[in-house]
């Protein structure tokens, strides 16, 4: 059973606009939330998180938003680059005892492409 | 920092071998985890190490897959017998101890299974 679900495959946006992912999850214990970008052949690299206490954070041109009550978060990339066309994955994970880690369930990812 | 270092890169072998992976952990990162990527999906959690001990091994097909940390840094990961149905990236994180630590991954294992 999917927990973490991404429903685009795929989202082409036009260098310099504004470019939303979004991620939907099923468990309301679900209460720290990670976005992942992956590039081919490499790892996922970790890009900006949030814990349910907030319903935004932002760095850089890197902004989540996460509505509880719809068990939905949204990754924005304004303005989009060239260099950001890459598969987004969201995760989420409940809470865990404080010295044994995070259990995340990934989505399947967005593939993200910025047109010049 | 140095990233999560994982070895080899790429890997193919027959079904009904063996082939192990390996993992080292960003330097001070107490937590460790096995994940198997299959094209076109998620990550999935296989093993979860806190130190050398197992937090969660609840998804590791424990009759073909074997995974240690027996000194609590660098990690191995083992099938026995492979199937063709283990085709897929095997990826290695690593993160701080506690809660809300960001996982830091590995570039990953490619294994594919003829």
């Known amino acids: 059973d999917q927990q973490v679900k991404q429903n685009s495959p795929s989202l082409s946006v036009q260098e310099g606009r504004i470019s939303i992912l979004n991620c939907d999850y099923t468990n309301s214990m679900f209460d720290y939330f990670l976005w992942y970008k992956k590039y081919p052949a490499e790892g996922p690299t970790f890009l900006i998180s949030i814990s349910s206490i907030k319903d935004k954070n932002e760095d850089g041109r890197f902004t989540v938003f996460l509505n509880k009550s719809a068990k939905h978060l949204s990754l924005h990339i304004v303005p989009s680059q060239p260099g950001d066309s890459a598969v987004y994955f969201c995760?989420?994970?409940?809470?865990?005892?404080?010295?044994?880690?995070?259990?995340?369930?990934f989505g399947t990812g967005t593939s993200l492409t910025v047109i010049p | 920092e140095a990233g999560v270092a994982q070895s080899p890169r790429y890997k193919i072998i027959e079904k009904r071998q063996s082939v192990a992976f390996w993992c080292n952990p960003i330097s001070g990162h107490a937590t460790l985890y096995w994940y198997q990527q299959i094209l076109g999906q998620g990550p999935k959690l296989l093993i979860q190490f806190q130190n050398n001990g197992v937090v969660d091994d609840s998804q590791l097909p424990k009759d073909r897959f074997s995974a240690e940390r027996l000194k609590g840094v660098d990690s191995t990961l083992k099938i026995q017998p492979a199937k063709l149905e283990d085709s897929a990236v095997y990826l290695c994180?690593?993160?701080?101890?506690?809660?809300?630590?960001?996982?830091?991954f590995g570039d990953g294992t490619r294994l594919s299974i003829l």
């Open positions: 994180a690593s993160s701080l101890r506690g809660s809300n630590q960001p996982q830091h």
């Open positions: 995760a989420a994970s409940p809470p865990k005892p404080s010295n044994t880690g995070n259990q995340f369930y």
